[in-house]
């Protein structure tokens, strides 16, 4: 039994030392991604690779990232004026938000303000840069204005933030279409954020030979112009099965692309967890040797409740654990060779029961809705004979008169394309001929 004991105890202390290893390299994670998703970055992946999960746990580290920011840039002003009562400031700032009223709308209000003008009417230089008064203040309040609105994550799809506990910004790609009037009517993307856009191959933006079908719609202009637009405070990440499958006028903006390779759960103290699976095993056996003896029935519920308890204290221990994702990333989405591989460390709780990874399942029951098929009318094959019969029917039917009337309309029209196509060649030939006599 000693024996027992220290072997589990070894094995316990070095899964515990996997966790601290696990932990430094989600600080490691966390510095890569601010040192390379920034802008707009494309992840691509087969389905179930980890596309989704990983932009999720993306958006916990940049919400992070972004409240520092916030932090930094408060301070930084507060440091420059430091003869102002900044704390009143963010009093009426506070009032005006719980209001309704907009970072902007803010702005023009105090910048009305006599007070407020005086304020903030000497502008301020670096030995570098000049900056006006107004637009240091403007830079405050829409940083106050994020921290009051504390949510840093704009997604298509539903994500929970573990970190802020409320869900994201609901997106549509329509907030890119700056030439499309009634788009613009509902404009809004705000500072201090990241957009998540999955599947971007189901949007307006997917592949198409010309551009200027994005272009009309101004998309491709916004987003060329987005860290201008947005001084640098909002990342756009999209993913895609396979990025050649957008469109290649958006396709060629990302700063960066990525790939998934794989994930691995890690830092789970499985011996722990082992253990606590055998005590339940033991339980269950010993219920079992109840039923069948048919004594000490009524303590059959304890025995449930505790081994509830144990499943529940495994499921404790794995939501404490992390998950690695192997990534390859490029700068150029056509060049493979020039591609390095990270190893991303997330706390499993931000990437898993964040978001539903099954969003699309509502259209299984629409579907199902607006069929006549079910469980009990369904055709069930009996036997080999007839698992053909249909088929063979169908494959020796005659074409119905719509079909034929198809496929003629069909023919005509090829006939008439290479009708055209051979006057063109014999017009060619013709003007050449004559230039040749000239």
Known sequence: ISKIKKIFSYKLRKSIKARYRCIENCFKTKDWIDENIYYISANEGKVGSGKSSFMVGVSHYRTLSYRERIDDDMSWIELIYFQIDFEALKQTINELYTNHHTASEIVDTLLNTPEIQNMFALSYSDYLTEYEGSELLSKYIHAYCAQLRNNYTMSSMMIFNRITNNFNIDFDADVFNIKDEKAMSKYYVPDYCTIVDDELALSSLKNTSDYRVISSTGADSYLRLIRQVKEETVSYLFSSQNTSRIAPIVR??????????????????????????????????????????????????????????????RKKIEAASFRKYAVSYSTDPDSPTERKVFEAYFPISWVRGTYKSHEYNALEHELNAGS??????????Q???????????????PESGQNKKEKKEDDKLIAEKVRKKIEKEKKAKLEKVKEIKK
């Open 252 to 313: 060629e903006l990302p700063n960066i692309y990525f790939k998934q390779l794989g994930i691995e759960p890690c830092g789970q103290l499985m011996p722990l967890q082992h253990s606590l699976e055998k005590r339940q095993n033991r339980l269950s056996r010993r219920i079992e040797k109840y039923l069948k003896k048919q004594k000490h029935l009524d303590l059959i519920p304890q025995l449930k409740a505790r081994i509830f308890d144990l499943y529940q204290e």
């Open 372 to 381: 006549k098929i079910n469980d009990f009318n369904v055709k069930v094959i």
């Open 383 to 397: 036997s080999f004979k007839d698992s053909h019969i249909d088929k063979i029917k169908k494959l020796r039917a």
